[in-house]
Structure formats: structure tokens, C-alpha cells
């Protein structure tokens, strides 16, 4: 059974730096897609930044400059490090990754970790 598990969120300053961990646990998959997502109240989820099996990347324009995701193979973690935050960044972040398991590919949530940046 494959997990992603979120880590490091919290409250946190504007400006300051954060990084959040998303850790996919399990065996036997290989992963397409992974990426961050975020919600703020009232508003639908959009996506934050994306990381591809080849390396490409891609940001939300709102995020360009700011935010930067990495990847640790071995330790199938996916990492957002943020930077520069502002009040409106404050969301729910949520890890989701496109696995491959055999001839099978799978849409994987976490379960969100939240983010407040106070001014």
C-alpha cells in the first residue's frame, strides 16, 4: 500500500523560510509525476509546482522565483523549499504523485499539511 506523507508545515513569519517533505512509502513503484498543491480557505486547490520523472519542473506563477521542489531518489521524498513567503501563501499543502506499479498507474493524495505566514 503506497502513502505519501506531508512534513514541515507550520507558522511562520513573512519572508521566512520553510521546506515541506513529502515521503511516499511503500515498494515496487516507480514515480511518473509528483508535486505540491495548495488550498486556502475559500478558495479551490490550485497547484504549486510539479516535478517530472525526467527532472523538468514547472511553478504557478505566483510562486516563480520563490518556491523551488527537489527530489531525493533514495529516500522517495519530494521536498518544496519556500522562500520569501507572504500571507497570501498560506494554504493547505498537499502532496500528490502519479505512481507506476507494473502496467498500473495510480493518483496518490496526502493528507495536507497546513501553512500559515503571518505578516
Known amino acids: 500500500q503506497v502513502q505519501l506523507v506531508e512534513s514541515g508545515g507550520g507558522l511562520v513569519q513573512a519572508v521566512g523560510p520553510l521546506r515541506l517533505s513529502c515521503a511516499a512509502s511503500?515498494?515496487?513503484?516507480?514515480?511518473?509525476?509528483i508535486g505540491w498543491y495548495r488550498q486556502a480557505p475559500g478558495k479551490q486547490r490550485e497547484v504549486v509546482a510539479i516535478?517530472?520523472?525526467?527532472?523538468?519542473?514547472n511553478y504557478a506563477d505566483s510562486v516563480k522565483g520563490r518556491f523551488t521542489i527537489s527530489r531525493d531518489n533514495a529516500k522517495n521524498t519530494v521536498y518544496l523549499q519556500m522562500i520569501s513567503l507572504k500571507p497570501e501563501d498560506t494554504a493547505v499543502y498537499y502532496c500528490?504523485?502519479?505512481?507506476?506499479?507494473?502496467?498500473?498507474?495510480?493518483?496518490?493524495w496526502g493528507q495536507g499539511t497546513q501553512v500559515t505566514v503571518s505578516s
Open positions: 500528490n504523485a502519479l505512481l507506476s506499479t507494473g502496467w498500473r498507474v495510480d493518483d496518490y
Open positions: 511503500g515498494s515496487g513503484f516507480s514515480i511518473n509525476v
Open positions: 516535478l517530472r520523472s525526467g527532472g523538468n519542473t
